[in-house]
């Protein structure tokens, strides 16, 4: 599967944004999906991870109740609403898809990504 992020931009603190991930295929729907993030002379993290039903999804603590990941499996599409950002919400997110039945969020257990695109918040 490829996968082509889109949606990033600059704002400012406590505003929204929405970050799209687009993937080919016919075979959407069998991948968990997942978004992770890196900041700069960081690691990548991960954000959010959601099944293939859409039913399960999982966050890291701190963007809990602000962002929200969602997929659209007829357009092959996974979303993340990004709401009341931060400062330290700044970094280059990525998404990433993966056959795995769990969710998951250790960086080398996801064996598809997209290139990444740039969220930068100002204070």
């Known amino acids: 599967v490829q996968l082509q992020a889109s949606g990033g931009g600059l704002v400012q603190a406590g505003d929204s944004l929405r970050l799209s991930c687009s993937a080919s295929?016919?075979?959407?729907?069998?991948?968990?999906m997942g978004w992770f993030r890196q900041a700069p002379g960081k690691e990548r993290d991960f954000v959010a991870a959601?099944?293939?039903?859409?039913?399960?999804?999982l966050y890291v603590d701190s963007v809990k109740g602000r962002f929200t990941i969602s997929r659209d499996n007829a357009k092959n599409m996974v979303y993340l609403q990004m709401n009341s950002q931060k400062p330290e919400d700044t970094a280059v997110y990525y998404c990433?898809?993966?056959?795995?039945?769990?969710?998951?969020?250790?960086?080398?257990?996801?064996?598809?990504w997209g290139q990444g695109t740039q969220v930068t918040v100002s204070s």
């Open positions: 990433a898809a993966d056959r795995s039945l769990r969710l998951r969020v250790a960086l080398h257990e996801w064996d598809y």
């Open positions: 295929g016919r075979t959407f729907s069998s991948y968990i």
């Open positions: 959601i099944d293939w039903s859409g039913d399960s999804t």
